[in-house]
């Protein structure tokens, strides 16, 4: 036989096909149905330790995660007494000092919101969840937006990484530079930072919000209520200098081409 007969044959040799057909079939079918070994499997294990994340752990009674968290909550508290510093400051003291400490503040206000609260939304500081409330409550009036409205945004910023228009015109990320763009192209960088602020659908935030059912929505709600509030306690014959930061997003301030303007508002 030669070696392409054997071939045809299963690797069968003449002697093999003369021992009878039967024989012949039974043993052609065990080579055939015979496994043959693929590739290891992957270990399991290993793929969980290669990616395994090591987050800081504390025996703190207070703090979730780390101690170190002392540092951006005590800064956010900070922000919030430079805030009523400035109150209580302004009737005694000069403008040109109030435009100084004004634009501070600003800055203060975009460096909070891009630092200590986005911080404070992927690790919230306290193991109790009423003092992240009631910390969320201070951010707000602090940085003149809702914290918790800035969770949502920036947790829907994730889901869509700055996406860019599908079929509809529509985008998964709210703040997606590309949600406002043209035939397919990101949208102006100038308009991106001045327009967004005034770009916020506060109906789909709180939609959002409330899909949570956590009490989301309440919150978010109690800290929109706290911002004018710091306003009524000044008597009403002084003209009030109101400085902000336009960063990009009104109600949640998550945007990351910020800059810092001064709003005065009489």
């Known amino acids: 036989m030669t070696p392409s007969n054997r071939n045809r044959n299963h690797g ?33 294990t290993m793929a969980a330790d290669a990616i395994r994340i090591e987050r800081p752990t504390t025996n703190s009674k207070l703090l979730a ?14 922000h919030l007494t430079y805030l009523f510093g400035l109150y209580f400051l302004f009737p005694h003291a000069p403008l040109w000092v109030m435009l100084i400490l004004g634009f501070v503040y600003s800055l203060m206000v975009n460096a909070n919101i891009n630092g200590v609260g986005h911080n404070f939304i992927h690790n919230p500081f306290f193991r109790s969840q009423l003092l992240n409330r009631l910390f969320g409550i201070t951010q707000s009036i602090a940085c003149c937006f809702s914290q918790t409205m800035y969770d949502a945004v920036h947790m829907q910023h994730h889901k869509g990484n700055s996406d860019r228009q599908d079929e509809k015109g529509d ?30 659908d506060v109906g789909a935030i709180r939609k959002d919000l409330r899909k949570r059912k956590n009490g989301d929505e309440f919150w978010g709600n109690m800290e929109l209520a706290a911002l004018p509030a710091r306003f009524l306690s000044w008597r009403s014959s002084y003209r009030r200098i109101r400085f902000t930061s336009l960063t990009g997003d009104s109600s949640c301030i998550s945007c990351p081409f910020g800059i810092s303007a001064i709003v005065l508002v009489t």
Not at 68 to 77: H, I, Q, R, Y
Not at 182 to 200: C, I, K, N
């Open 12 to 44: 069968l040799s003449a002697e093999g096909w003369e021992a009878g057909p039967h024989y012949c079939y039974h043993l052609a079918k065990s080579r055939l149905s015979a496994k043959v070994p693929g590739p290891p499997k992957p270990n399991r």
């Open 65 to 78: 995660h780390t101690r170190w968290d002392t540092v951006p909550a005590a800064a956010g508290l900070f």
């Open 171 to 200: 985008t998964i990320d709210w703040l997606s530079i590309y949600r406002h763009g043209h035939d397919g192209d990101a949208e102006d960088p100038w308009r991106y930072v001045f327009l967004s602020f005034f770009r916020d």
